[in-house]
């Protein structure tokens, strides 16, 4: 089914403090995965699923990402003259993805802000909202599922990711009730990045969301929560107890792939797993990936200590 929903938010005025001093001068959403800055990603994968209308939300920094997405004709002209097609191809394409609009945040004070300062561009109308350091596998079409389930049920749809209940302090987490669809959970209540404890399930609400328009009202009387920043997880835990006044919200649950870029470890693993499926990197990444790894066993009952002793390759 095809939604008639076509804009998206995509909010990048984060700090990046996981990644400085890397993001001191350049915002995360910029920072390489194998050869595309990992915002590209998060923009093809909302063109692929026909929102073609796109406000990014930045902050400091917005040269880079304006910069990225539109032309560079000095740039194509010279691949032009030198008959590199691939290449020109490939910097045109970053330009040709989407309508994108820019606005500021001013003060970083959460991500629930920047959905609202979107406000008036997206109108009284669904919209989505994708974070531009969470990357979905483009294989898996989460948020075509997530498009789909709002038009059917009418209501705010979250993404919902199972995780170890030890990682769970680091997201937002959701009560559910189950519906007749497997994949589908209707979510009752939401806390922000709680302890294990506290946590009303393993299932963590990941970077992607299709919002009805009352979530902006909702939005203008949320008062800062965790971390002294405006939660989007906070105003959506007041649309699941107003399911009358704002439709509900509702989870998909995701099983599929997804590479969490603003977390350093992660974002290295994303590169890898990345790269070993390309047809030009992955045969010789996968080579040496198996020297290196073998070249960093350690054997079993042998301590680190003794690791450089016994050493192959
Ligand atoms: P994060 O929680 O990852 O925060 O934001 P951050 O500042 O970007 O990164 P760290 O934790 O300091 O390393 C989640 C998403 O919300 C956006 C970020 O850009 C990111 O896409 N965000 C967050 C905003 O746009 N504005 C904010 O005020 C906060």
Redesign the pocket.
């Known amino acids: 089914m095809s939604s008639t929903i076509t804009k998206a938010v995509i909010?990048?005025?984060?700090?990046?403090?996981?990644?400085l001093p890397a993001t001191k001068a350049m915002p995360?959403?910029m920072l390489p995965v194998v050869d595309k800055p990992a915002i590209q990603y998060v923009v093809e994968e909302a063109a692929a699923a026909g929102l073609t209308d796109i406000v990014m939300?930045t902050?400091r920094h917005k040269n880079a990402l304006e910069n990225h997405f539109d032309r560079m004709t000095e740039l194509e002209s010279l691949l032009e003259i030198k008959g590199d097609h691939d290449r020109l191809a490939k910097v045109r394409h970053a330009s040709r993805l989407a309508d994108i609009h820019y606005l500021r945040?001013g003060d970083?004070?959460?991500?629930g802000?920047?959905v609202l300062r979107a406000r008036m561009h997206v109108g009284d109308q669904p919209f989505a909202v994708l974070?531009?350091?969470d990357l979905i596998d483009v294989r898996d079409a989460l948020l075509t599922r997530m498009l789909a389930e709002q038009g059917k049920r009418n209501a705010s749809i979250v993404a919902l990711l199972e995780v170890d209940p030890s990682q769970i302090h680091l997201y937002g987490a959701a009560a559910v009730e189950a519906t007749d669809d497997p994949d589908v959970v209707r979510v009752t209540g939401l806390v922000e990045k709680p302890s294990t404890e506290d946590a009303p399930s393993n299932l963590a609400i990941i970077?992607r969301y299709v919002l009805r328009p009352e979530v902006f009202d909702v939005l203008e009387r949320t008062p800062p929560g965790k971390g002294n920043?405006i939660q989007l997880t906070d105003a959506l835990q007041e649309m699941a107890v107003t399911p009358n006044a704002t439709g509900g919200v509702y989870g998909v649950i995701f099983r599929g792939r997804r590479y969490d870029t603003?977390d350093r470890l992660d974002y290295i693993k994303a590169i890898v797993q990345l790269a070993v499926e390309r047809e030009d990197l992955g045969p010789d990444l996968r080579t040496w990936l198996h020297e290196f790894v073998a070249s960093h066993v350690e054997p079993a009952g042998v301590g680190p200590a003794a690791v450089g002793s016994v050493a192959v390759g």
């Open positions: 909010p990048a005025a984060g700090l990046g403090t996981r990644f995360k959403e939300v902050g945040q970083p004070l959460g991500l802000h920047a974070l531009g350091d970077g920043e603003g």
